[in-house]
């Protein structure tokens, strides 16, 4: 049973898109126009060749910024702020998804591949500002994404958080991995379960998950 798995969690993680919000919603298609924007003004290219070089940065360095820093010496800052310059419309608050999230025992933590300040304003504009004990961005992993073990290991070490206590929500596989090495449970968020032995249990609703383990 759900509940009895995860009776030793103290703290719960979880990411941000797609995970706290539906993909339906459909934010990150408006990022990704704001980051194929940059990759061709910033490297002076066209739009195919954009396209190309964040599948490649994706693929090799987990996400398009750590690709532009390590081949290109881009400061993530700038790109940071621009990228997550996007309106909130298509988001509704969720108060079902809020309460469960409340009646977790212990400390909620978002943990997210973007930026603190974006993650707060999703967080507000589904009605869960509040809830979460602290917010951490890829800036607080050193500007490292996940899936690095480093990334996770750095922003863990911030929080103080045990991994052996603590559980993972996540809705792309490929970040679970290093959450599962740690000793964390693992929750795979999504319509379908990626493959691997490194994850615990799926979902593809994640409040009425939550609604077993309380």
């Known amino acids: 049973m759900p509940k009895k798995a995860f009776s030793h969690v103290d703290t719960w993680v979880f990411d941000l898109d797609h995970t706290l919000y539906p993909p339906a ?70 108060p079902d998804l809020a309460a469960r999230l409340r009646a977790l025992p212990g400390r909620r933590i978002v943990y997210t591949n973007g930026c603190e300040p974006y993650a707060r304003r999703v967080l507000e504009a589904r009605g869960l500002s509040g809830i979460f004990d602290a917010v951490y961005g890829v800036e607080h992993a050193g500007y490292l994404p996940k899936p690095e073990i480093e990334a996770f290991e750095t922003v863990f070490g911030k929080d103080g958080l045990d991994p052996a206590q603590a559980a993972m929500f996540e809705d792309d596989s490929r970040n679970l991995k290093a959450p599962h090495a740690m000793g964390m449970r693992t929750v795979h968020v999504a319509d379908e379960c990626g493959p691997g032995d490194h994850i615990h249990f799926h979902t593809d609703d994640l409040a009425e998950f939550l609604s077993r383990l309380t």
């Open 25 to 94: 919603a459909r934010l990150f298609d408006l990022i990704e126009v704001r980051m194929t924007r940059w990759v061709m003004d910033t490297l002076s290219v066209d739009h195919a060749e954009a396209d190309r070089l964040r599948k490649h940065y994706w693929a090799t360095h987990g996400t398009t910024l750590a690709g532009l820093m390590r081949e290109h010496d881009v400061d993530p800052d700038p790109y940071l702020q621009d990228v997550h310059d996007i309106p909130m419309d298509s988001l509704t608050p969720d």
